[in-house]
């Protein structure tokens, strides 16, 4: 072929591939299978990640495979399994996240255009995996989506890192956007609020109070500059405020400590039995930092922080869903994706 029929045939090649957006849906993670093994794969690459155990020296090498990937997989898959989707044999972090790609997908049909995939940080579907996807269907460009509302380097950073990972091996890369975290977004404390007194209304009795529960991180993390625990106060006041509560009726609590360190504090689990042996009898808990229920939220909350309630005296304990894809909390995701696809759409 001669260099100009090269050029032409190439020019040619462009114009009939389709240019699409993709936009991915990212969440953390979980086990493949609620079997020790599933748990001991997905725990290898959570813990072995640096954004999450910073310091990944010797010591923790030692402990790691020594103790932890030895001992926490069966404890751990005993849990999972009593939360388990067993219909679609999955963990409900996936089953809620592949929801809310298609609720998605289906509420901005219109951009006929626009490509909506999911994928998982740790385990599958891999990041990798759906930018590969995506980019076969003709996307150049790509609209990233960590569900976390609140940043942080444990997960936020870590979703990105990986994406950069994945395009820094890629010749034709897709032009890249990534939505910022959306602790103080009016959209998303509606949602809650909304979700928040629904629950409260169905329900035969009313608790005392509400307790926010949000995922822990060591307290040193925050002490080298992690905006997350900030994220966390401002997500819990801007509530407080559209819901007319002091800081008596709906309280900040760190829930999931692990490992020796101190955490974000106050514990949640420290503060059930507090809160149950001062006297508290009812008590309802909301998790808003997850965007999907999950081993965190149905087990440890629903399940273990409920338990350390009642044993305490406490009587009535009710566990309020994270939005999942339930209509408001779709709506906070297509109203964060449409804003951040303004010019590409
Ligand atoms: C060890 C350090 C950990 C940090 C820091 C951390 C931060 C963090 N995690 C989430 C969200 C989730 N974490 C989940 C499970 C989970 N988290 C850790 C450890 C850290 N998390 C572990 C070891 C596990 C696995 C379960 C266990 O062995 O205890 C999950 C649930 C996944 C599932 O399969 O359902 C979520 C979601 C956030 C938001 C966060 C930020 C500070
Ligand atoms: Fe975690
Ligand atoms: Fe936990």
């Not at 809310?100 to 385990?123: E, T």
């Not at 106050?266 to 042996?277: G, N, S, V």
């Amino acid at each position: 072929m001669t260099a100009v029929a090269s050029i032409e045939s190439a020019k040619a090649a462009a114009e009939t591939r389709p240019q699409r957006v993709g936009v991915l849906l990212v969440n953390l993670g979980t086990p493949d299978t609620a079997d020790a093994r599933g748990v001991r794969v997905y725990l290898k690459e959570f813990l072995s990640d640096v954004r999450v155990i910073e310091d990944q020296g010797l010591l923790w090498k030692l402990i790691l495979n020594g103790i932890i990937l030895r001992v926490r997989p069966a404890r751990k898959a005993r849990d999972y399994l009593k939360i388990w989707n067993t219909e679609n044999n999955e963990s409900p972090l996936k089953t809620v996240t592949r929801a809310q790609s298609d609720k998605l997908a289906a509420a901005i049909a219109d951009h006929d255009h626009v490509v909506v995939d999911w994928a998982m940080r740790y385990g599958n579907p891999s990041i990798a995996s759906r930018i590969e996807a995506l980019t076969a269907q003709g996307c150049d460009r790509l609209l990233v989506v960590p569900l976390y509302p609140q940043y942080s380097a444990a997960t936020t950073a870590t979703v990105c890192d990986e994406v950069f990972r994945v395009l820094a091996s890629m010749r034709a890369q897709p032009t890249l956007r990534i939505t910022p975290p959306y602790y103080d977004d009016p959209d998303y404390i509606e949602a809650l609020a909304v979700s928040i007194s629904a629950h409260l209304a169905s329900l035969p009795f009313q608790p005392e109070l509400i307790v926010a529960s949000f995922h822990g991180m060591p307290q040193k993390y925050v002490d080298k500059g992690d905006p997350y625990q900030v994220q966390c106060i401002a997500t819990t006041d801007a509530l407080r405020k559209r819901m007319g509560l002091d800081a008596g009726k709906l309280m900040l609590t760190f829930q999931s400590r692990f490992g020796f360190d101190e955490w974000l504090q106050p514990y949640t689990d420290k503060t059930m039995e507090k809160l149950a042996k001062e006297g508290v009898r009812r008590i309802a808990v909301v998790t808003p930092g997850f965007s999907a229920d999950c081993l965190e939220t149905l087990e440890e909350i629903a399940q273990e922080n409920a338990e350390i309630f009642k044993h305490n005296g406490g009587e009535q304990f009710t566990f309020i869903p994270c939005l999942n894809d339930s209509d408001p909390g779709m709506d906070v995701i297509r109203q964060l994706v449409l804003r951040e696809l303004q010019g590409w759409i």
